[in-house]
T-cell receptor, first 115, second 113 residues
Framework: AQSVTQPDIHITVSEGASLELRCNYSYGATPYLFWYVQSPGQGLQLLLK??????LVQGIKGFEAEFKRSQSSFNLRKPSVHWSDAAEYFCAVGAWMDSSYKLIFGSGTRLLVRP | NAGVTQTPKFQVLKTGQSMTLQCAQD?????MSWYRQDPGMGLRLIHYSVGAGITDQGEVPNGYNVSRSTTEDFPLRLLSAAPSQTSVYFC????????????FGSGTRLTVV
């Protein structure tokens, strides 16, 4: 069955430090992959997406993610975290299930930023 | 501003009451969906629609009804609220079933007492 795993429930980093959020998926074909960010009390905002082509994709707010087919991973990275990056991050995979396309979300990783 | 509008933002219901969560989008998106968000569980798909007049069930449809009479609107109905439906509800829309990412509303926080 299709699934998305975000193994880290919480991550704390210092402001200015680098960040990597992990995401693993289970899907038989090449997936459509997404990262969303949710600030407290807000809806979800799309950070970046991968469909095909270059496996390193750039997104908004200085984020990037790398698709690694051999590891079934799509990890999110940022070289220098800002305090405003504190939020919850969701990885998602777009998959065909029961003859329709659905977006399946991971359980999320909450990022805390130390001053 | 173009986007997805959800109303109300907050709601408290008593067990057994009914209500409708409203969702409207002005981007002419074909695809609309409802998710619920619970701590530690991410977002789970309740119902979705690929166009006016077409709806289907998602992962957790029990206790919820939807209809899609227009492209713009996709209301979610709770017929008899239960405490297990306490959650944050998000409506989302997209072109072409979401290949290019979804646009989310700001959510409705529902408490059933």
């Amino acid at each position: 069955a299709q699934s998305v795993t975000q193994p880290d429930i919480h991550i704390t980093v210092s402001e200015g430090a680098s960040l990597e959020l992990r995401c693993n998926y289970s899907y038989g074909a090449t997936p459509y992959l997404f990262w969303y960010v949710q600030s407290p009390g807000q809806g979800l905002q799309l950070l970046l997406k991968y469909f095909s082509g270059d496996t390193l994709v750039q997104g908004i707010k200085g984020f990037e993610a790398e698709f690694k087919r051999s590891q079934s991973s799509f990890n999110l990275r940022k070289p220098s975290v800002h305090w405003s990056d504190a939020a919850e991050y969701f990885c998602a995979v777009g998959a065909w299930m029961d003859s329709s396309y659905k977006l399946i979300f991971g359980s999320g990783t909450r990022l805390l930023v130390r001053p | 501003n173009a986007g997805v509008t959800q109303t109300p933002k907050f709601q408290v219901l008593k067990t057994g009451q009914s209500m409708t969560l409203q969702c409207a989008q002005d981007m002419n998106h074909e695809y609309m969906s409802w998710y619920r968000q619970d701590p530690g569980m991410g977002l789970r798909l309740i119902h979705y629609s690929v166009g006016a007049g077409i709806t289907d069930q998602g992962e957790v449809p029990n206790g919820y009804n939807v209809s899609r009479s227009t492209t713009e609107d996709f209301p979610l109905r709770l017929l008899s609220a239960a405490p297990s439906q306490t959650s944050v509800y998000f409506c989302a829309s997209s072109e072409r079933q979401g290949y290019h990412g979804y646009t989310f509303g700001s959510g409705t926080r529902l408490t059933v007492v």
